[in-house]
């Protein structure tokens, strides 16, 4: 067992941590229902709680800090409430005077949250007392859940990222931050959260992390999920290395997630909005990237011409939170797989694999996500498919045509091009809506990462399970491009041979209960980031001397230090990607076939997973 720690900063962070763990949680019971929970190992992520009336359930191992009302009410799991109890008991005993106590009205909790903790509260009882419930009774409380899950689609509706969440979160799991509120203007520069824990809030804040890691029988590594630009962005900075000491790690996967307000509408921004975004994205790209082992900055696209197959608004954080989810959920799966009884060393990846894949030299440790979801129905070849039709219900097909990609990475597009090495996902291939083969899988994988005619180490994994959608995750899918999670096909004949044209129709359900769907992605090493890191670095001298930038800074209390160390980090991080572009021993010379191979969950493949011949390994 290599289990990993997460731990989320920041609103847009909470909100894509609230679908990533939706997703994780219908994985565990579609695996259950389906009978392909040996697929995914669930204490990789997840450990036992037990409540106090002894009954044992599974929650996330997580850590969250957020900002203090950025939860509704902190119902949830217990934690804000008491933390803010005893903060309340501690200013009483403080002081010795009198005291007035002015609690703000406790935020309502959305309709989904209230059915779902009923429907908790129901099963708890029939588990003790051993009691049957009808089974007309349990659908319609399941159409009660369905019908408030569907009211989240509506513009507004969702105010917190716990209105969505359906997992259950351990009563430590939260900490609330002091002092910050959701929305303070206070908090929206990177160093505004260098100073922000108190010394006891800073001990608590890593004992829990300590707790957690304690735990684990052979931890793997953190999983940090970072509302980068802006306070929390500073606060990781100042905390990781403290971090990195409490849990006795050095594998660091760092997600710099940013919502609607941050990278995809950037171009929308004018004086000194603008200029504090570029300075936040300076500050950021130099610190946590010197901090983490690899670092990725993500944001859902921006253009819905390159999702299709999709229809969401790029200014809702519900719709942008649950498309970094569902790449974060696809380019992280490997993590979760089970060994293969047959052949254990096939399947699964761990974090120090994808380190040795992805960090292609001293310093050069970015990240890049590009994507596609649903994957349309892989080519059909008419006699293959005929004769396969008689004696298997395997559809073969010959090499795919590749759609082009979404980028998942703000400033990089296309992401992935250029690219130095990369793990590549494929999660629910079909063809004609049924399973695609194992070889017309890896024909698709492969001519997805050829266009760009780079030869690089590249780790593959192809699993014939889709993706199951959660009940609160938003009315975002063309409803012909889904299928049902019992096999069904819903798709099969939407998009003959790769014709994206049919998508411009169809309907946008508002709930997507019992389907799945497909979905590919590239997490990739790339030269593209040296003109993005470039253009960052020759920019910050002259923004942060500037006036305006000076004025900017000055409110964040930025010192000329902070800020010259930070020019220092981005020349080496920018010197390090123009080394890798003129090194003639760079992965784009070595052979087509020395690096390339296959982990596929369903197939088991015997070819080795670990790239090898990279110079700096």
Not at 347 to 369: C, K, Y
Not at 415 to 438: F, I, N, Q, T, Y
Not at 576 to 593: G, V
Request: aromatic letters at 6%; one cysteine or more.
């Amino acid at each position: 067992m290599h289990e990993i720690v997460t731990v989320q900063f920041g609103d847009f962070a909470n909100y894509t941590g609230s679908h990533f763990w939706n997703l994780q949680d219908e994985c565990a019971g579609a695996g259950h229902e389906h009978g392909t929970a040996g697929e995914v190992d669930e204490n990789i992520l997840h450990q036992e709680a037990c409540d106090s009336r002894g009954l044992v359930s599974w929650t996330p191992r997580l850590l969250i800090l957020a900002a203090r009302d950025s939860f509704a009410g902190g119902s949830l799991t217990g934690a804000p409430q008491a933390c803010a109890d005893s903060q309340a008991e501690a200013h009483g005993q403080a002081w010795s005077g009198r005291t007035q106590l002015h609690q703000a009205e406790q935020v309502k909790r959305s309709h989904f949250n209230e059915l779902l903790d009923e429907d908790t509260d129901t099963a708890d009882a029939r588990d003790l007392e051993s009691s049957g419930v009808s089974t007309a009774a349990q659908a319609s409380r399941d159409s009660l859940l369905e019908e408030a899950a569907g009211r989240l689609n509506h513009p507004r509706a969702v105010k917190f990222w716990t209105d969505f969440t359906q997992v259950l979160l351990h009563p430590r799991a939260v900490v609330p931050l002091p002092g910050i509120w959701h929305g303070a203007s206070t908090f929206e520069g990177f160093t505004q959260g260098s100073d922000i824990l108190t010394r006891e809030d800073r001990e608590d804040f890593l004992d829990r992390a300590r707790s957690l890691a304690e735990a684990c029988d052979s931890p793997q590594g953190l999983q940090l999920l970072v509302e980068d630009l802006g306070g929390f962005g500073g606060l990781v900075a100042d905390i990781l290395s403290e971090l990195r000491d409490s849990t006795a790690t050095d594998t660091v996967l760092l997600f710099a997630l940013r919502g609607s307000s941050h990278g995809p509408a950037r171009s929308t921004l004018q004086g000194s909005a603008q200029t504090a975004w570029q300075l936040n994205e300076a500050l950021s790209l130099a610190y946590l990237s010197s901090e983490a082992s690899v670092m990725t900055p993500m944001a859902a696209p921006r253009d819905a011409a390159s999702l299709p197959g999709l229809h969401w608004d790029p200014d809702q954080a519900f719709h942008t939170s649950a498309l970094c989810a569902a790449a974060l959920d696809s380019i992280t799966h490997p993590f979760r797989t089970a060994p293969s009884p047959a052949s254990p060393s096939a399947g699964p990846m761990t974090m120090a694999e994808l380190m040795q894949l992805l960090i292609v030299g001293p310093a050069a440790n970015l990240a890049a996500v590009c994507g596609l979801m649903p994957v349309p129905d892989l080519q059909i070849d008419s006699q293959s498919q005929e004769m396969d039709t008689r004696s298997s219900n395997i559809c073969h097909t010959g090499r795919a045509q590749a759609p082009p990609m979404a980028s998942w990475t703000p400033g990089l597009r296309p992401a992935c091009h250029d690219v130095l090495s990369e793990s590549a996902v494929l999660r629910g291939p079909a063809c004609g809506g049924l399973p695609a083969s194992s070889k017309s899988a890896e024909d698709f994988l492969q001519t997805m990462s050829s266009d760009d005619g780079s030869r690089c180490p590249r780790q593959s994994f192809i699993s014939t399970v889709g993706v199951n959608i959660p009940l609160p995750f938003p009315g975002i899918f063309n409803s012909r491009l889904l299928s049902t999670s019992d096999g069904a096909p819903g798709f099969a004949n939407a998009l003959a041979a790769g014709d994206l044209s049919a998508l411009s129709g169809g309907s946008r359900p508002q709930c997507c209960s019992k389907m799945s769907y497909s979905m590919v992605t590239r997490w990739c090493a790339s030269r593209a980031f040296m003109p993005y890191i470039s253009e960052i670095t020759m920019r910050m001298p002259g923004m942060s001397g500037g006036y305006l930038g000076r004025s900017i800074l000055r409110s964040w209390n930025c010192g000329e230090d902070v800020v010259l160390e930070s020019q220092e980090k981005l020349y080496e991080l920018a010197d390090a990607y123009r080394r890798i572009s003129t090194d003639p021993y760079s992965s784009a010379q070595l052979p087509a076939n020395a690096s390339v191979s296959t982990s596929a969950l369903a197939f088991r493949p015997t070819t080795a997973r670990v790239a090898q011949g990279c110079p700096w390994q």
